[in-house]
T-cell receptor, first 114, second 113 residues
Framework: GDSVTQMEGPVTLSEEAFLTINCTYT??????LFWYVQYPGEGLQLLLK?????DKGSNKGFEATYRKETTSFHLEKGSVQVSDSAVYFCAPLERDTGRRALTFGSGTRLQVQP | DAGVTQSPTHLIKTRGQQVTLRCSPI?????VSWYQQVLGQGPQFIFQ???????GRGNFPDRFSARQFPNYSSELNVNALLLGDSALYLCASWGGPASDTQYFGPGTRLTVL
């Protein structure tokens, strides 16, 4: 089945620093790729997605590019804010079978300090 | 428009009991998926229903079951609760085979004592 490897957290940055959270995946077939964010005590919010190779997903200053050749989908943001503190999950969506199941890694906790 | 709603918000049960969790998808969405998120881990896929039929099942024991109703709402049932079933149970709504995006509800926090 699919699997995801994310960089270990927590990642601690100062406000306005550049953010990169690495994500690599293994998948049978050609998945869509997603980043979700989870704030304390809440469910998952969709952050961005990409559905085919070389697509760039973007939202709220975050970006990630679907790299099929390296099976990666790294998340970046040019200038983080304290409000970005949360846990970030990379997730491929298998779509070659009848089910559409997201596979999550363990997540990366981001802490942004003022 | 209302997003995905789940009830109850929190639940405390004891070992061996049974629990039912409820989910209402986004209006117009016909598919619901259930995920279990143990503290400190990522969500794990449990079930997916589309048009009231089970379309996928994750690696969970038969103590876990689910169903989808004609109005596309769904229930997740867990029998013979174990301490290890303590988790946040997330419901995700999506529009169907032509759509890739799943939208999550706030979850139900289940504590088994």
């Amino acid at each position: 089945g699919d699997s995801v490897t994310q960089m270990e957290g927590p990642v601690t940055l100062s406000e306005e620093a550049f953010l990169t959270i690495n994500c690599t995946y293994t998948a049978t077939g050609y998945p869509s790729l997603f980043w979700y964010v989870q704030y304390p005590g809440e469910g998952l919010q969709l952050l961005l997605k990409a559905t085919k190779a070389d697509d760039k997903g973007s939202n709220k200053g975050f970006e990630a590019t679907y790299r099929k050749e390296t099976t990666s989908f790294h998340l970046e943001k040019g200038s983080v804010q304290v409000s970005d503190s949360a846990v970030y999950f990379c997730a491929p969506l298998e779509r070659d079978t009848g089910r559409r199941a997201l596979t999550f890694g363990s997540g990366t906790r981001l802490q942004v300090q003022p | 428009d209302a997003g995905v709603t789940q009830s109850p918000t929190h639940l405390i049960k004891t070992r061996g009991q049974q629990v039912t969790l409820r989910c209402s998808p986004i209006s117009g969405h016909k598919s619901v998926s259930w995920y279990q998120q143990v503290l400190g881990q990522g969500p794990q896929f449990i079930f997916q229903y589309y048009e009231k039929e089970e379309r996928g099942r994750g690696n969970f024991p038969d103590r876990f079951s689910a169903r989808q109703f004609p109005n596309y709402s769904s229930e997740l049932n867990v029998n013979a609760l174990l301490l290890g079933d303590s988790a946040l149970y997330l419901c995700a709504s999506w529009g169907g085979p032509a759509s890739d995006t799943q939208y999550f509800g706030p979850g139900t926090r289940l504590t088994v004592l």
